[in-house]
């Protein structure tokens, strides 16, 4: 695997790589697209990089050398669920895609508990619902008018998971949709 999650530290060691990467990046589909350096430095304070519910690490390409950030969120629940953030520069060359392999290989490898593993986005972020796609998750929900965005109606929140059978597998487990008929 080319793709190591390197944990960051986000109170010390890596505070301010941490600040400069979340400022100097659009994230045109999250729901704050960019980030003051207020924000993010409230963040940290807050403990949304690293508390007992969130972790966070540095995305490393063999080749590449630091390509983005991931955070896995939601660790005291039974289900975790993950934000990804490629930096500017490395995306659009299909590297989320091992990304995600990587972020599934680690929490299913180091949390023998969990069982899901969910992710999601909104509806017009065609990049990460292909890479979703690619990497075998399922779309299991469509949250109509789900995801605010400012200044503008809202728009669909999609939601994709993967288990920890279709991960032992690598076969996709899939459902029927509309299971009951009127
Ligand atoms: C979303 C993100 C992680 C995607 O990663 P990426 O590696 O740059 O994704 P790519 O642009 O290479 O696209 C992935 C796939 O979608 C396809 N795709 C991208 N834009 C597309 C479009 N408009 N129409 C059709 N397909 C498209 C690509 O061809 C690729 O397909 P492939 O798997 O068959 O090669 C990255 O763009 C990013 O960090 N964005 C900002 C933060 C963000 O939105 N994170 C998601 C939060 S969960």
């Not at 003051?36 to 519910?53: F, M, S």
């Not at 290989?105 to 909104?122: A, I, K, L």
Request: glycine content about 6%.
């Amino acid at each position: 695997m080319s793709i190591a999650l390197t944990r960051l530290d986000p109170f010390v060691t890596d505070r301010e790589a941490l600040v400069n990467f979340m400022t100097s990046n659009e994230f045109p589909f999250h729901v704050l697209s960019r980030l003051t350096r207020e924000a993010v430095e409230k963040a940290i304070a807050d403990g949304k990089y690293r508390d007992e519910d969130n972790d966070s690490f540095w995305v490393d390409h063999a080749e590449l050398g630091r390509i983005g950030f991931l955070r896995l969120e939601d660790l005291t629940e039974p289900v975790p669920i993950f934000d990804l953030r490629l930096d500017g520069a490395f995306r659009g060359r299909g590297l989320a895609a091992m990304t995600l392999r990587a972020a599934a290989d680690y929490v299913f490898s180091t949390m023998p508990e969990v069982r899901r593993f969910e992710g999601q986005t909104r509806e017009d972020n065609v990049p990460m619902r292909k890479t979703f796609l690619r990497e075998g998750w399922v779309k299991e929900a469509h949250y109509r008018e789900g995801w605010p965005v400012e200044g503008a109606e809202p728009l669909a929140a999609v939601a994709y998971a993967i288990i920890r059978r279709d991960w032992e597998t690598g076969q996709t487990t899939t459902f029927v949709w509309e299971d009951l008929v009127k």
